[in-house]
C-alpha cells in the first residue's frame, strides 16, 4: 500500500508540473463544454428561402408573408427568373426556391387545384426532408384560411368525427435539446481525458526509459498498475464534478436523480476506461502509436454511443456492436439518472456490465503487463 | 583474492531470438566487492545478458544465480537486493532530485525517515544542494550520472550493475565517477560494469571481453596483458577482434 | 519592352535550377535519401499503417450503414382503458408500420413512469375510458401521447408519427367526406433525390480524416524528434531547416491523398456517389486542404515541447470541433450565431463547402473562389506564424 502511495505522489507531481498540459486538461474540456453544447442541435431554423413569383396577386404575396411570419423560415429577396434562383442555389446562399405559378390566384378562387414547385438543397438529406415538412406545414394551413375565404359560401360543414390526440412531452416539456446534449458531451469529455491520458502513460515510461528503471524494481505489477490508475481516476471524477455543475449553474439541465448513483457509476465506469488506456499503453511501443489507437477506438465509440444518433435507428449488427462500446452504457446511464431520476436497480443492468468489463479488462492488464520480457 | 562470497553465478547462460543467439552460454562468477568489467564491441550481447541478469529478460537456458536467487524462478527477489543504472539516462526529468529519490527510495520500500536521511546525504555529497529544487532535465549530464548512480545505491544492494555509465560524459567527470565507484567496492558492493572505453577497463579487478555472444577471455587486466602480449587493453582488445575474425 | 515575367518564362528551366538551389539546396539527393528514411519510418510501422487505412474504411461503413437519425422500430408501450375494436384496430395500426414496435401492455399511469426510467420504450399511447364508445356518440375521442423527451428530436418524431397514424385511421373513418386540399406542393430535391446520408457525411468523414491525419500525424512526429532531441541532429546536418520540415510531412502529404482516393471510392462503388464535378478541381482543392492541416500541424508541433502536449492539442482541441462545427452531424445554419461565427475559423468548414460544391453539384471555381481563397489565406497565416514562432524559438 505504502509503495502504492509513492507512485500515485509521483504521478500527481508530474501532472500538475506541466504547465502545457493542464489547460488542456482542465480548461479546454471546459470550454469545449460550454461552447459545443450549442452547437449540438437538429433544430432547423432559419431556412433561407427565394421565391419566384409568377403570379403576383394579393394572394400569392399572402402565401410569401406566411412563410415570413412562420419562425422556421427566413424569406430572402425575390428572384427574377427560375435561372436566377437555381444559380442561387448553386452557389448555397438558399436552402429552399418557392416558385408560385401564373393564376395561382385564379385557380383557388375557382376551386381547381393548384401547384406549387419547392426546391430544397437536400445534399444534407436529413435537414431537407425536414424542411419539406416544415414547407407543407405552412402552405396547409395557409390552404385552410384560402379554403374558408372561398368556400364560407358553399354551405353547412359536415360534422367529422375527430380522433384528437393530445403530446405530452416528459422530461423535457419545452423539448430543449441542450437539455440532451450535455450531459452526453460531458460523458465524452470526460471519456477522452481521462483515455488519452492513460493509454499515452506507460508508453511514454517506455519511451524514455524510465519503465526499464521501474522494471528492475521489485515493484509488484499491480501496485504499479493501481499507482498509475488512481491519479487520472481522480482526474475523471473531478471533471465529472466540474462539467455537472457547468450543466446545472450554466445550461440549467435539471438534476432529477441521485448524484451519488451518477459518481458510483462513473467511479466503476472510468476504472474499466482506464484499463482500456492501460492496456493500449501496454501494447504499444511509442506515443504516436497509442495515441492513434487510442483516437482510432474514441471514434467509432463515439459514433455508435448513441450520443448524436439515435441507437434505435440503427441496424441490428451495429446495435450489437454497440452492447460492446462503454461509452454508449455511460450516455444512456447519466441521462437516465440526470434527466428522468432513474433509481440503483433502473440502472443495476448496466452498472453490472460495466463492472464486469472494468474487472475483466483489468485482470487482462496487470497480465499483460509484463516485468521481464 | 582473499576467500570471500560469490555474488553472481553464471553457468552456460544462453539467450536467443529467434535463430539468432545473442548471448551463448556464457560462465563466470564474481565475488564480494569486486569490480567485474564486461567489455565487448555492439552488439556483442552485453547488454542482453546484463538483462538477464537484472532479471527482465529471460534467459533461454543456462542459469544465473544473483545473490543466492535465481534470475530464472525468483526475479522479483533479484531485484530487491541488486541496483541498475542504464546506458539512458532513467530519471524522471520533470521531477527535481529530492522527487525523484523520494519515488525510487519509496518503490523500494524504504522508510520515510530513511529515504529523507539518505537522499539529503546524497545531495550534500555530490554538492547539489543549490539545484537540489530544479527539475532532474535541466542538469548537465554528468550531474545527472552522477546522480542516477547515486539513486541506484540508495537501497544499498548488493550488487549494483551500470551499462555504459559514462557514455558522453567528459573526462573529468569520468575520473570522478570512477572515484565513486571505487568508494562503493570498498564498503563491499560488487560492481558490474559494462563499458567500451578500454582505458576504463584498466580500473577494473577483473575483466571479462564478449565476442559475437560468447566470453572469449576472462582475467585481471593484467593477465590479459601478458596473456595476449599486450601493453594496453585496447590492444587485448584489438588482437582478440582479429582472432574471432 | 520585355516584361520580368515573359523572361522568366523563357528561361524556366534555368529558373526552375535556381530554384532548385535556392530554395531545395545542392544537395537534392540528400534530401531525397531523408524523405526515403521517413517513408521508411512511417510505413514499417504495421499497427499505425493498419489504423491510417482501416479508420476511413471503418468510419465511413459506420456512416453509410449505422449512423442515420431515421424512425425505425421504436419500442412504445400502450395503456388501452377501453380495449374496444377502435382501440384494438388502431394499436394493430401502430405495431403494424415499420417505426414502431409495441413492447410493452401497460396496465397503470403509475407504470409508465417505471419504464421510462428503465429505458425501456419512448412512447406510451393511452386510450382513454370508452374510447370507441365516445368516438360514435360524441364524435370525439381523446388519446394521449405520452413520450419521453430527454431525446427531444426522436420524441418529436415519433409523436408526429403517431399522430399522422391517427389522421390516417381518422380520414379512413370519415370517408366519403371531403377533404382535398386545394393547393398541391411538388417538392423537388435537388442534388441528392433520394436523401441518402452519405452525400452529406462523404464529405465530412473526409474533411475530419484529411485534417486529423495531417495535423495530428505531422505534430506528433516532429515534436518526438524535438522530445528525443534528433531535431538538433537533424538541424545541424546539411539539410536546411526548411527541407528537413518539408521531408518530415511528405510522406503524410503522400497518406492523406491515398486516403482521400481511399473514401472517394468507398463512396463511389457502396454508396453509389460520383464525383459530378471536375477531378481536376477536386484534386487541387484537396491538396490545398491537405497543405493547410500540415501547416497547422506544424504551427502545432512548434508550440508545443513535447509529444504529449501535440497530440492532446491536436486530438482534444481538433476533434469534437471538427465533428461539430464542420457542419457534417449538424446543420451550422441553425446554431446560434456566435457559434456560426466560430465555424468560420475552421478550415475544415470551408473544404466541406468546396467538397459538397465539387462532388454533389458539380460546380466550378466560379462558385467556390470565396472557400478556396479562405482555405488558401488560412494555409498562409499558419505557415508565416510558425516560422515567426520558430525563429523566436531560436534566437
Redesign the interface.
Known amino acids: 500500500m505504502?509503495?502504492i502511495?509513492?507512485?500515485i505522489?509521483?504521478e500527481f507531481?508530474?501532472i500538475f508540473?506541466?504547465k502545457a498540459m493542464l489547460p488542456i486538461i482542465f480548461v479546454m474540456p471546459v470550454l469545449q463544454l460550454l461552447i459545443l453544447s450549442n452547437a449540438a442541435t437538429f433544430d432547423i431554423k432559419n431556412i433561407r428561402l427565394l421565391y419566384v413569383d409568377h403570379d403576383r396577386t394579393s394572394t400569392s404575396r399572402a402565401l410569401i408573408n406566411s412563410f415570413d411570419a412562420s419562425d422556421y423560415f427566413k424569406v430572402m429577396d425575390r428572384a427574377s427568373s427560375h435561372a436566377k434562383a437555381y444559380e442561387a442555389m448553386e452557389n448555397g446562399s438558399v436552402d429552399v426556391i418557392l416558385e408560385i405559378p401564373n393564376k395561382f390566384e385564379k385557380d383557388l378562387s375557382l376551386g381547381n387545384v393548384t401547384a406549387l414547385g419547392v426546391y430544397i438543397n437536400a445534399i444534407d438529406g436529413a435537414k431537407a426532408g425536414v424542411e419539406n415538412v416544415y414547407v407543407n406545414q405552412v402552405v396547409q394551413s395557409f390552404s385552410k384560411q384560402v379554403q374558408l375565404k372561398y368556400l364560407s359560401s358553399a354551405g353547412g360543414t359536415v360534422m367529422a368525427a375527430k380522433v384528437a390526440s393530445v403530446p405530452a412531452f416528459w422530461y423535457n416539456k419545452e423539448l430543449d435539446y441542450k437539455t440532451f446534449m450535455v450531459p452526453g458531451i460531458l460523458v465524452l469529455l470526460v471519456t477522452m481525458v481521462t483515455l488519452f491520458l492513460s493509454s499515452m502513460n506507460i508508453v511514454r515510461e517506455k519511451e524514455?526509459?524510465?519503465l526499464?528503471?521501474?522494471?528492475?524494481?521489485?515493484?509488484?505489477k499491480y501496485q504499479f498498475i493501481i499507482g498509475k490508475l488512481f491519479p487520472f481516476w481522480v482526474l475523471g471524477l473531478v471533471l465529472l464534478t466540474v462539467g455537472l455543475l457547468l450543466a446545472k449553474l450554466v445550461f440549467h439541465v435539471p438534476l432529477v436523480g441521485s448524484v451519488a448513483l451518477l459518481y458510483l457509476f462513473t467511479a466503476v465506469y472510468l476504472l474499466l476506461i482506464l484499463g482500456m488506456g492501460l492496456l493500449v499503453s501496454n501494447y504499444t511501443d511509442t506515443q504516436q502509436q497509442a495515441m492513434f489507437i487510442a483516437w482510432f477506438f474514441v471514434v467509432i465509440f463515439i459514433l455508435l454511443s448513441g450520443l448524436f444518433t439515435p441507437i434505435e435507428s440503427m441496424p441490428g449488427w451495429a446495435q450489437k456492436i454497440t452492447y460492446l462500446n462503454p461509452i454508449r452504457y455511460f450516455v444512456e446511464i447519466i441521462r437516465m439518472v440526470m434527466l428522468k431520476g432513474s433509481g440503483f436497480w433502473d440502472i443495476a443492468r448496466q452498472l453490472s456490465i460495466i463492472a464486469g468489463y472494468a474487472f475483466a479488462l483489468n485482470v487482462i492488464t496487470v497480465w499483460g503487463y509484463k516485468?521481464?520480457? | 583474492m582473499k576467500e570471500t562470497e560469490k555474488v553472481i553465478v553464471v553457468n552456460d547462460l544462453t539467450k536467443k531470438f529467434g535463430s539468432f543467439t545473442a548471448v551463448d552460454q556464457i560462465s563466470f562468477e564474481t565475488r564480494k566487492g569486486e569490480i567485474f568489467g564486461f567489455l565487448g564491441a555492439n552488439g556483442a550481447g552485453k547488454t542482453t545478458a546484463m538483462k538477464m541478469l537484472?532479471?527482465?529478460?529471460?534467459p533461454t537456458s543456462g542459469e544465473a544465480i544473483v545473490n543466492g536467487f535465481d534470475v530464472k524462478t525468483q526475479?522479483?527477489?533479484v531485484?530487491?537486493t541488486?541496483g541498475?543504472m542504464?546506458q539512458?539516462?532513467?530519471?524522471?526529468?520533470?521531477?527535481n532530485i529530492m522527487?525523484n529519490i523520494?519515488?525510487?527510495g519509496?518503490?523500494?520500500?524504504l522508510s520515510r525517515k530513511e529515504i529523507k536521511e539518505r537522499g539529503e546525504a546524497v545531495i550534500e555529497k555530490l554538492g547539489l544542494r543549490e539545484v537540489a529544487k530544479k527539475?532532474v532535465g535541466s542538469l548537465p549530464l554528468g550531474w545527472k550520472q552522477k546522480l542516477a548512480f547515486s539513486v541506484a545505491l540508495l537501497h544499498e544492494p548488493k550488487v549494483v550493475f551500470l551499462d555504459e555509465p559514462t557514455g558522453g560524459v567528459d573526462p573529468i567527470t569520468r575520473r570522478q565517477f570512477w572515484e565513486m565507484i571505487y568508494a562503493e567496492a570498498d564498503k563491499g558492493t560488487t560492481i558490474f560494469v559494462t563499458t567500451h572505453y578500454m582505458d576504463e577497463a584498466e580500473y577494473c579487478n577483473r575483466v571479462s571481453i564478449m565476442v559475437e555472444g560468447k566470453i572469449e577471455a576472462l582475467d585481471s587486466p593484467k593477465n590479459l596483458k601478458k596473456q595476449f602480449d599486450a601493453s594496453s587493453m585496447d590492444e587485448v582488445f584489438q588482437k582478440l577482434a582479429r582472432n574471432v575474425e | 519592352m520585355l516584361r520580368p515575367w515573359m523572361r522568366c518564362s523563357k528561361n524556366w528551366r534555368a529558373m526552375w535550377n535556381n530554384f532548385k538551389s535556392k530554395f531545395l539546396g545542392t544537395n537534392f539527393k540528400r534530401f531525397m535519401g531523408f524523405v526515403k528514411k521517413e517513408f521508411y519510418h512511417i510505413f514499417r510501422d504495421k499497427r499505425s499503417m493498419f489504423i491510417l487505412f482501416g479508420m476511413p474504411i471503418a468510419q465511413i461503413l459506420l456512416f453509410g450503414f449505422a449512423i442515420t437519425n431515421e424512425i425505425k422500430n421504436v419500442n412504445i408501450g400502450i395503456l388501452d382503458k377501453s380495449k374496444d375494436s377502435e382501440t384494438i384496430h388502431i394499436t394493430n395500426r401502430i405495431s403494424s408500420s415499420p417505426y414502431f414496435k409495441i413492447k410493452n401492455i401497460v396496465s397503470s399511469e403509475q407504470q409508465i413512469e417505471a419504464i421510462f426510467k428503465k429505458g425501456q420504450v419512448k412512447a406510451v399511447l393511452v386510450f382513454e375510458k370508452d374510447f370507441g364508445k365516445n368516438l360514435k356518440s360524441t364524435n370525439l375521442a381523446n388519446v394521449q401521447i405520452i413520450s419521453d423527451a430527454t431525446d427531444p428530436n426522436t420524441a418529436n418524431t415519433v409523436t408526429n408519427y403517431i399522430q399522422s397514424i391517427l389522421q390516417d385511421y381518422q380520414r379512413e373513418i370519415n370517408l366519403g367526406i371531403p377533404g382535398r386540399e386545394p393547393i398541391e406542393v411538388r417538392s423537388r430535391m435537388f442534388y441528392n433525390p433520394e436523401l441518402k446520408g452519405v452525400f452529406n457525411f462523404l464529405p465530412g468523414v473526409m474533411t475530419v480524416i484529411l485534417m486529423l491525419v495531417s495535423a495530428m500525424m505531422t505534430s506528433i512526429s516532429i515534436a518526438r524528434e524535438k522530445e528525443q532531441g534528433t531535431m538538433e541532429v537533424l538541424l545541424v546536418s546539411p539539410l536546411k531547416p526548411l527541407q528537413v520540415i518539408i521531408g518530415k510531412v511528405f510522406p503524410y502529404i503522400f497518406l492523406s491523398i491515398i486516403n482521400a482516393i481511399v473514401i472517394l471510392l468507398l463512396g463511389f462503388v457502396v454508396f453509389g456517389m460520383p464525383v459530378q464535378g471536375s477531378y481536376f478541381l477536386l484534386a487541387l482543392e484537396t491538396v490545398l486542404f491537405i497543405l493547410c492541416a500540415l501547416s497547422l500541424g506544424i504551427l502545432i508541433s512548434i508550440i508545443s515541447k513535447t509529444q504529449q502536449t501535440a497530440m492532446m492539442i491536436s486530438l482534444m482541441g481538433l476533434m469534437l470541433p471538427i465533428i461539430l462545427l464542420s457542419g457534417f452531424i449538424f446543420p451550422v445554419s441553425s446554431m446560434p450565431w456566435p457559434l456560426q461565427a466560430i465555424s468560420n475559423i475552421i478550415p475544415a468548414k470551408w473544404y466541406n463547402l468546396i467538397l459538397k460544391g465539387v462532388m454533389i453539384k458539380g460546380v466550378g471555381l466560379r462558385f467556390l473562389w470565396k472557400e478556396t481563397l479562405i482555405l488558401l489565406g488560412m494555409t498562409v497565416f499558419f505557415i508565416v506564424l510558425s516560422i515567426k514562432k520558430y525563429k523566436i524559438r531560436l534566437e
Not at chain 2, 537484472?54 to 529471460?58: C, D, E, F, M, Q
Open positions: 505504502k509503495t502511495g509513492y507512485i505522489q509521483k507531481r508530474q508540473r506541466n524514455t526509459g524510465t526499464e528503471q521501474i522494471n528492475v524494481t521489485p515493484i509488484k516485468k521481464t520480457r | 537484472i532479471g527482465i529478460s529471460k526475479p522479483e527477489k531485484k530487491k541488486i541498475y542504464s539512458k539516462f532513467s530519471m524522471y526529468d520533470d521531477l522527487e523520494t519515488f525510487f519509496g518503490i523500494y520500500g527539475q
